[in-house]
Nanobody, 114 residues
Framework: QVQPVESGGGLVQPGGSLRLSCVASGIFRVNAMGWYRQAPGKERELVATISSGGDTNYVDSVEGRFTISRGNAGNTVYLQMNSLKPEDTAVYYC?????????WGQGTQVTVSS
């Protein structure tokens, strides 16, 4: 069973930075991995994805502020978030794709507030 586990969320002031990590346990290497977020009262939205070859994709609202990257291990992904804004407040979810199946983590809360 592939189980992504997120970490690194927390409370940060506007303009600050956070780095989220996700490890997909139960497997040595997965294909694409991604970060999604869901704010209260809103639908879950894509934040960034990265393929096994390193190709990246970002939602417009985070382009230039967030960076997604893969770890040396084939089952790890990071999200470096800079210049955070209150509208970035959400639960951030990691997912991993393996053999056509998508596996989701439980999420980590990110709160941007002064």
């Amino acid at each position: 069973q592939v189980q992504p586990v997120e970490s690194g969320g927390g409370l940060v002031q506007p303009g600050g930075s956070l780095r989220l990590s996700c490890v997909a346990s139960g497997i040595f290497r997965v294909n694409a991995m991604g970060w999604y977020r869901q704010a209260p009262g809103k639908e879950r939205e894509l934040v960034a994805t990265i393929s096994s070859g390193g190709d990246t994709n970002y939602v417009d609202s985070v382009e230039g502020r967030f960076t997604i990257s893969r770890g040396n291990a084939g089952n790890t992904v990071y999200l470096q978030m800079n210049s955070l804004k209150p509208e970035d407040t959400a639960v951030y979810y990691c997912n991993a794709e393996f053999r056509g199946l998508i596996f989701w983590g439980q999420g980590t809360q990110v709160t941007v507030s002064s």
